[in-house]
């Protein structure tokens, strides 16, 4: 009886998505479908308890933009705490700080306590992701990251789809109260499933926390991340409060970079951006992000602006483009860890792009099945982009380097998402207001009551044709910096990802 190669053997299995590591991704999902859902099923309750606390629209804004704030400012702490109480730790940590800010939301008394509480849910909500993509990337290792990835990005495309729907139910037919109330059994599953399947890792007390990038960094995302969402409302760059809050927010930033560059434990280890992989993966997520979030922005407006749906009606049509995703994303996955993550993400980026272009040369006549095919291509597309590209800059690090790059790139796709928001809500906006008008402030959503109830309106129609062009725009420049990903120098390929595979080695062996 022959004996196989102990290499060769350990290589069979490295490749092999065996049942503990299956078990880890399940926890991830979790967590992640979790913290997802909570964000986009708030958002359809808006106008409802704006009507139960009697307070006004702006007020009841700040349930969504103070958990927004809350999620963005914690997420840089998430690489730190990794490493200082360990992995396990922190995640399930992170569950019980979104569970109890849920809990308390639903059982708020008043605006103000309501928006507190979402506060306290942003701070645990913000750190399930990172924490929880950190624990993926130790137990998978490179030659599995690609098809790992592809699993736990379901949750952040069925989200958004099952978010507004479910949402709608339980506002119309249950209570608000249960809009927070729904984590409560999801969580509670994590949270033991977390328990009994993760393996407890070294915490690291020796681990000094980065005060003075924690004051720069932090405050000046959530600063700059307010000052976007005061642009989207005002609807130009025109206003001096947002312009400051970003311009300050920025200044904080790049303080924090130069800060960085010159420790060796930073908040963040901005040098692991000098690679060429890891460097050209932010890049890309960056616009990636931003001209995804865009277009989330924009897809239901024209449903309802240019073609005259329903808000009910919307979402289904939108719910197109997620199924696209679903589908491509466990694909791309496969392909990515088989033929490298450059070809796949550039074959998304080609996929968007193509669709993007002839979804800004439609018309007032194109047939609906016609814009539901391109939404879908969108979709595959997205499906094959942002998550492949986070795999590739993973897979070359090394253990040690893990948690830290992951809560940058979590801040970097932030950042990208709420920039392109902000853009593209300028854009419409404008466009919009040469045609019908909008009130003092100028917002949005004064646009679409005024435009909804007009008949097909040719220059509504144009407006979103320059938007989606803008879009189009962003996509091109990501698939630029997506072309660094075709072929990885050898010193990077061979020495990190060895590295990196070494590390995981061990953590397989602990876990099982």
Known sequence: MSIANPSTRHSDLSDKLDPQLLRIAAVVVLGAFMSILDTTVVNVAIQ????????????????????????????????????????????????????????????????????????????????????????????????????????????????PILGPTLGGWLVDDVSWRWIFFINLPIGAIALYAAYRVLASDESKPHHALDWI????????????????????????????????????????????????????????????????????????????????????????????????YSAFDTGLLVAVEGLGAVLSMPVAGYLADKLGA?????????????????????????????????????????????????????????????????????????????????LLAVILTRGVSGIAPVNSAGSLLSSITGTVQQNLSLGIQQVFSHAFLWALGIIILAGCGALFLLNKPAAESNGNETAAGSDNEEISRAST
């Open 213 to 308: 990038g924690l004051l720069l960094l932090s405050p000046g995302l959530a600063i700059f991340i307010y000052g976007l969402a005061q642009t989207t409302a005002a609807g130009s760059f025109n206003s001096l409060t947002a312009d400051g809050c970003v311009l300050a927010g920025l200044a904080m930033i790049v303080g924090f970079i130069l800060h960085a560059l010159r420790r060796d434990n930073a908040l963040i280890d901005v040098r692991l951006f000098g690679r060429r992989t890891v460097g050209a993966v932010a890049f890309t997520t960056f616009l990636l992000s931003a001209a995804a979030f865009g277009l989330s922005l924009l897809f239901p407006l024209y449903f309802q602006m240019v073609r005259g």
């Open 342 to 422: 450059g070809k796949i993400v550039l074959s998304g980026v080609a996929c968007t792009t193509f669709s993007v272009l002839l979804l800004s040369m439609t018309e007032n006549t194109t047939p609906l099945w016609n814009i539901e095919v391109m939404l879908f291509i969108v979709g595959l597309g997205k499906g094959a982009t942002m998550m492949p590209a986070t795999s590739a800059a993973l897979s070359t690090l090394r253990k040690h380097e893990i948690a830290r790059a992951t809560s940058g790139l979590n801040v970097i796709q932030r950042a990208g998402g709420a920039l392109g928001t902000a």
């Open 48 to 159: 409802g308890l704006t009507k139960t606390f009697q307070v006004p629209l702006e007020t009841t804004q700040w349930i969504t933009t103070g958990y927004m704030l809350a999620l963005t400012t914690i997420i840089p702490l998430a690489g730190w705490a990794a490493d200082r109480f360990g992995t396990k730790r922190l995640y399930l940590t992170s569950i019980l700080l979104f569970l109890l800010g849920s809990v308390l939301s639903g059982a708020a008394w008043s605006m103000s306590s309501l928006i507190l509480f979402r506060v306290l849910q942003g701070l645990g909500g913000g750190m399930i992701l990172p924490t929880g993509m950190t624990l993926l990337s130790l137990a998978a290792g490179p030659q599995r990251m690609g098809r790992l990835m592809g699993i736990v990005g379901l949750p952040i495309v069925l989200g």
